[in-house]
């Protein structure tokens, strides 16, 4: 026997979140394929490559962002017999891809930077200076869309990561004109470029652990699974809890399941009715666990149980 908590007004939440969501991204959209279009006419103009580069990073994030619209739009569809929990692992696709995509940009700019770095091409620092600052200020601005969003869901983090190593390239870029501007040095530029590839790996790397961990269904990050059973034990009447599971369906939804032993005195004083609303209490109220599931088994059932699947 079993009844899951639906959270309905938690669905309602998220909704609301995704229509922010998709807002904000909109502007960044707009924002991001803008600037990648002038520094591409800039890398052209100056020949710089970390221009180019950041400019190269800055159209795949525009492609990123579309698909990250489109994972937000799909996690508003409803569930369906096939679905049953809807389209909200669009969002941890799309964010998987998107540290793919990061990790591919920063291989592509280690090659052409120590390419570079062996043979320098002449840069025009003043052309580079120009479009570089107005890709910096572009992005600081996308950052500040952001910034507000990016803890609510694994998708809009993947965008703000890739709008902050926008912001980092067209600064590090900046710089390597301005080095260029006053000493001449032409290393300064595939030296730009090699340092966006280094701020870029370590944050797609962890975005990458982050959508693997919610794909391979791990536990919610801090939640202790084996607290969350301490904490069911002591309900009045349990006896025992086990096939305890615990997960992620998208960022910021929690699930749960368990198998609940109960003794008989409790299911006949309280009825099931009562005491699932206990267990579906302790794990809103401790946990902030909303979707819960749990099979109540009474303790003379329990005999039975134990032919028929083994425990965790």
């Known amino acids: 026997m079993g009844l899951p908590d639906t959270g309905h007004g938690h669905d309602h939440g998220h909704a609301a979140d995704r229509v922010e969501d998709r807002s904000r991204l909109r502007m960044v959209l707009l924002v991001t394929a803008t600037v990648a279009v002038v520094e591409i006419v800039g890398a052209a103009l100056s020949g710089s490559l970390a221009l180019l580069a950041d400019a190269g990073h800055m159209v795949t994030d525009a492609s990123s962002i579309v698909l990250a619209l489109s994972a937000s739009l799909m996690a508003t569809l409803p569930a369906s017999p096939r679905r049953t929990f809807g389209y909200h692992r669009a969002e941890i696709l799309a964010a998987l891809v998107n540290a793919l995509v990061l990790l591919g940009i920063c291989g592509y700019i280690t090659y052409v930077g120590i390419r570079h770095l062996v043979t320098p091409e002449h840069v025009h620092a003043s052309q580079m200076v120009v479009f570089a600052a107005i890709g910096l200020v572009a992005n600081l601005g996308s950052m500040g869309l952001l910034a507000a969003r990016r803890e609510k869901s694994l998708n809009m983090r993947a965008a703000f990561l890739e709008v902050a190593s926008d912001a980092l390239g067209s600064a590090a870029a900046l ?138």
């Open 175 to 312: 710089a390597a004109a301005l080095v260029i501007l006053g000493t001449g040095w032409l290393r300064a530029d595939p030296v730009a470029s090699l340092l966006i590839a280094v701020l870029i790996l370590p944050r797609s790397a962890q975005l990458l652990r982050d959508t693997l961990a919610v794909l391979l269904e791990g536990a919610p990050p801090g939640l202790d699974v084996e607290d969350v059973r301490a904490h069911l034990a002591r309900v009045e009447g349990v006896v025992d809890v086990h096939d305890l599971h615990a997960w992620l369906i998208t960022s910021g939804m929690p699930a749960l399941s368990a198998h609940v032993t109960v003794s008989d005195a409790a299911l006949a004083e309280r009825g099931v009715g009562g005491v699932l609303d206990e267990l579906c209490r302790c794990t809103t109220a401790e946990f902030g666990i909303d979707h819960a599931t749990f099979q109540i088994e009474p303790q003379t059932h329990r005999a039975h149980e134990d032919l028929g699947e083994p425990h965790s």
